[in-house]
């Protein structure tokens, strides 16, 4: 069984910055992407950056250039750090981490987590 953690989340002033932290735990042979999707109310979740096993990145165009995605291998940790924060920002932030499991290492899971809340005001 694998866990996967969000934490971070607050209520931010626009213009202002916070950091999410995900780290996923459990029986986890191997992580290979991970990554940050949002869902704001009334709207489809959307991906908003993703970080490759390899280490590269990826950023919906939205968010490029105020967003920085970045990994801890070492604690199976995913990072977002959010500046210049903006009122259409707000919404619940997930984290996803693909893995395979000590049990079926053959195969690559998409596990989500809980989600944690992001508020900015204008």
């Known amino acids: 069984q694998v866990q996967v953690v969000e934490s971070g989340g607050g209520l931010v002033q626009s213009g202002g910055s916070l950091r999410l932290s995900c780290a996923a735990s459990g029986s986890i042979f191997s992580i290979y992407n991970m990554g940050w999707h949002r869902q704001a109310p009334g709207k489809q979740r959307e991906l908003v950056a993703t970080i490759f096993s390899g280490g590269s990145t990826n950023y919906a165009d939205s968010v490029k250039g105020r967003f920085t995605i970045s990994r801890d291998n070492a604690k199976n940790t995913v990072y977002l750090q959010m500046n210049s924060l903006k009122p259409e920002d707000t919404a619940v932030y997930y984290c996803?981490?693909?893995?395979?499991?000590?049990?079926?290492?053959?195969?690559?899971?998409?596990?989500w987590g809980q989600g944690t809340q992001v508020t900015v005001s204008s």
């Open positions: 996803n981490a693909d893995v395979a499991t000590i049990k079926t290492s053959a195969f690559v899971y998409r596990y």
